[in-house]
C-alpha cells in the first residue's frame, strides 16, 4: 500500500507540475575538448561520420572519387588506426553491419544485408587455463604483456569486405589512410587525454619505458606530448602499402604477418604465424528485430549489444500502461528513466549469464527476445522501487553467484551513408587504450589485449573489476564477447533510415540505445540526440551512473534526484562512451559525432 501512495505522489507530479525536458541545457563545455558540444552537420547526399575529423574526411574523399559505403568504411578505418592509435587499428578487430541495394558493385547483385565478424580469437597455443597456471602475473598477463594478445582480425576483416562488397581497389581505398601516415596528423584533446592516462602508469611502471620503448617515445612523446603535435608513422604507412600492394599475403605469409608475431614472441606471446593464416572472417546473418516503429539491424553473438539492446526495447515497449511511448506522451519523464535503467538490468544480467561466442557455447537469443519472455521481465518491474540485483534476468542455475562482464575500452565506431542507398555500420577495438602496449616498431602500430575480454581467471575480476561468466574462458579459436553494437536502422520499405554505434565499453550499449530513444521517441535532431546527458547501468556493480546536466525537472526536483528516491544508487563517474549517428532527414541526412571525444561528419 506504501508504494500505491509513493506512485500516486509521483503521478501526481507528472499532472500538477511543468516538466522542463523537451528544452534542452545550454550547450555545454566538453572537459576532454573545451569545444562546444556538439558536432553535427547535415548533407545532401552522403555522410560519414567518425570520432576523429581527418577520418571522415577520408571517407568522404572515397565517396566523393565514386566508392560505395564498404569502400569508404574500409577508407576510414585504416585511415583511423593511423589517428586512433588509442583506441583501434589493424592489429585489433570488429564488427561491421553493411546494407547495400540491389546492383550496388555488381550489375546482378541482389540487395545485401550482412553482419560481418572479424573480432579477434584465441591464439592455439592459449587454453581455458593459461592465465590461471601464472598465478599472480596473470592480470598484467592477459592486459599489458605480449600474452595479452589475440589474433588480430581487422586486416583480414576490411580486406575480406572491400573484395566482395567493395568496388574500388586496395591502393584506392588506402591511399588517404597512407597519406595520412607520412604526412603526419594534428593531436586533439582526446588523444591528449588518452596519452596523459597512459603516461601515469608509464610513469607508475617506469620498467616499461624501455620495455614499451615505441609506445612511450613515438606515442607518448617520451611523455611529453600534448595537443597540437605532430604525429608523423612513415612505418605505418609502409605497412599500409604492403597492404594495398599484397593484400591478406603481407599478413599470412609475409614480411608485416612476421613482424606481429616476432613482437608477441619476444614479450612471451602465444601468437604465431599459424594463427594469422588459419583466422577466419565470419559473414553471417544480422540480429533483425522491431522497435520505435522501425526494424534494427544490429550484430549477433559474440556482440552482446544487439541482444541487449533489443530486450531493452523491448521491455520497456511492452511495459503494461502502453510502454515509453505512453509515458512520454503522458510527460512522466520520471518514470520513463526509472523504466529505462530498470530495462538496462533486466538486459545486462541476461548478457552476463547467457551470452559468449556462440561457436563454443548455446546462446538462447531467440529465447532472450520472445515475447513471451519479454512481457515476464516487464511485468517484473516495480514502478517506485527496485529489485535485489538476483532478481534480474534469469539464471542457468539459481544459485550461481552474480557476475559482470567484459568490456572494450580502446574502441572507434564510424557510420557511413552512400548516394547509393548503402549504408555501413563499424565498430573496431584494441580493448584498452594503446591496447597491449607491445607495438610493431617496424610497421608503426599497436597489438591488441583482447585475451583480458575472455575470463583469464574464474572468479577474479578482469582490467575493468568485471568478475565474467565461464562460458567465456579462453579456447583456440574462441572469440571473446563483446559490447559493441554496430546498428543500421531501416524503415518500413527497408530503405536505411539510421546508422548508428558507439565506443565505450558496455557504455556502449546504453549509449547506442538512448541516442535511439531521444532521436525516435523523444524527436531530437541528430545533434541533440548524440550529445544529450545520458545515463548507465550494467545490473552489476549496482549503480547507476547519470552525466552532469541530466535533462529535467519534476516538482523542483531534478530527474537525477528523483532515481535516488526511487532507490537506484548513483555513483560518480567520468567514464562514457562515444557515440556516431547519422540520421534521414528533410533533403538529405543529418550526421553527428559525439562532442564527448571528438570528431566532426564529413559529407556532401
Request: proline content about 5%.
Amino acid at each position: 500500500m506504501a508504494q500505491i501512495h509513493r506512485w500516486a505522489a509521483v503521478a501526481a507530479c507528472c499532472v500538477a507540475v511543468s516538466v522542463v525536458f523537451g528544452a534542452q541545457p545550454a550547450p555545454r563545455k566538453d572537459a576532454a575538448r573545451g569545444a562546444e558540444a556538439s558536432e553535427a552537420a547535415h548533407f545532401a547526399h552522403r555522410a560519414v561520420a567518425a570520432d576523429q575529423p581527418i577520418a571522415s574526411a577520408a571517407g568522404e574523399e572515397i565517396l566523393a572519387g565514386g566508392g560505395n559505403a564498404v569502400d569508404a568504411a574500409v577508407a576510414t578505418s585504416f585511415t583511423l588506426s593511423v589517428v586512433r592509435p588509442f583506441s583501434c587499428g589493424i592489429g585489433g578487430g570488429g564488427f561491421m553491419v553493411i546494407v547495400l541495394p540491389s546492383g550496388d558493385g555488381k550489375p546482378d547483385r541482389p540487395a545485401v544485408t550482412a553482419a560481418i565478424d572479424y573480432r579477434e580469437t584465441c591464439p592455439v597455443g592459449v587454453g581455458e587455463d593459461y592465465y590461471e597456471k601464472l598465478g599472480d602475473a596473470a592480470a598484467e598477463a592477459s592486459r599489458h604483456d605480449g600474452k595479452a594478445i589475440a589474433t588480430p582480425g581487422t586486416i583480414a576483416g576490411l580486406l575480406y569486405v572491400l573484395d566482395k562488397y567493395g568496388t574500388m581497389k586496395r591502393a584506392e581505398v588506402l591511399a588517404p589512410a597512407i597519406r595520412v601516415a607520412r604526412e603526419g596528423f594534428i593531436v586533439d584533446a582526446a588523444y591528449e587525454k588518452a596519452a596523459a592516462d597512459t603516461i601515469e602508469k608509464f610513469e607508475k611502471h617506469p620498467e616499461w619505458k624501455a620495455r614499451f620503448a615505441f609506445v612511450w617515445e613515438r606515442f607518448l612523446g617520451s611523455g611529453r606530448v600534448k595537443a597540437g603535435d605532430r604525429i608523423r608513422l612513415s612505418e605505418q604507412a609502409n605497412a599500409l602499402e604492403l597492404i594495398a600492394r599484397d593484400g591478406l599475403a603481407s599478413l599470412t605469409s609475409g614480411e608485416l604477418g612476421r613482424a606481429i608475431c616476432s613482437a608477441a614472441a619476444k614479450d612471451g606471446g602465444a601468437l604465431a604465424l599459424s594463427d594469422l593464416r588459419s583466422f577466419k572472417v565470419l559473414e553471417t546473418a544480422p540480429l533483425r528485430f522491431d522497435a520505435l516503429g522501425r526494424t534494427l539491424i544490429t550484430m549477433p553473438p559474440p556482440s552482446s549489444g544487439g541482444v541487449a539492446m533489443a530486450e531493452t526495447l523491448g521491455i520497456m515497449e511492452r511495459r503494461a500502461g502502453g510502454g515509453a511511448g505512453a509515458m512520454v506522451k503522458a510527460g512522466q519523464w520520471v518514470q520513463y528513466t526509472h523504466l529505462m535503467i530498470e530495462s538496462f538490468k533486466h538486459a545486462f544480467a541476461d548478457r552476463a549469464e547467457w551470452m559468449a561466442d556462440p561457436a563454443f557455447v548455446e546462446v538462447p537469443t531467440q529465447r532472450l527476445l520472445s515475447d513471451e519472455y519479454l512481457k515476464e521481465r516487464a511485468i517484473c518491474i516495480m514502478p517506485t522501487d527496485v529489485l535485489a540485483p538476483s532478481m534480474y534476468g534469469t539464471r542457468e542455475k539459481e544459485e550461481e553467484e552474480e557476475k559482470a562482464m567484459p568490456d572494450d575500452g580502446g574502441t572507434s565506431h564510424l557510420c557511413i551513408v552512400d548516394s547509393r542507398g548503402g549504408a555501413v555500420s563499424c565498430t573496431e577495438t584494441i580493448n584498452l587504450p594503446f591496447g597491449s602496449l607491445v607495438a610493431v616498431p617496424e610497421f608503426g602500430f599497436m597489438l591488441n589485449n583482447e585475451m583480458d575480454d575472455f575470463t583469464t581467471r574464474r572468479g577474479k575480476a578482469n582490467a575493468f573489476g568485471l568478475v565474467q561468466s565461464e562460458k567465456n574462458l579462453p579456447a583456440p579459436g574462441k572469440r571473446p564477447l563483446s559490447s559493441m553494437t554496430p546498428t543500421i536502422v531501416v524503415d518500413k520499405a527497408g530503405k536505411v533510415e539510421a546508422v548508428v554505434g558507439a565506443s565505450g565499453g558496455p557504455r556502449i550499449i546504453t549509449a547506442t540505445t538512448q541516442v535511439l530513444l531521444n532521436s525516435f521517441l523523444l524527436g531530437l535532431p541528430a545533434g541533440e540526440a548524440v550529445s544529450r546527458p545520458r545515463l548507465h547501468h550494467q545490473w552489476m556493480p549496482n549503480l547507476l551512473e547519470m552525466e552532469d546536466n541530466y535533462p529535467g525537472l519534476w516538482n523542483g526536483l531534478e530527474v537525477s534526484m528523483w532515481m535516488l528516491k526511487l532507490h537506484h544508487q548513483k555513483k560518480e563517474s567520468k567514464e562514457h562512451a562515444c557515440v556516431q549517428f547519422i540520421r534521414r532527414s528533410a533533403g538529405g541526412w543529418d550526421a553527428a559525432c559525439d562532442p564527448r571525444k571528438g570528431g566532426s561528419p564529413s559529407g556532401n
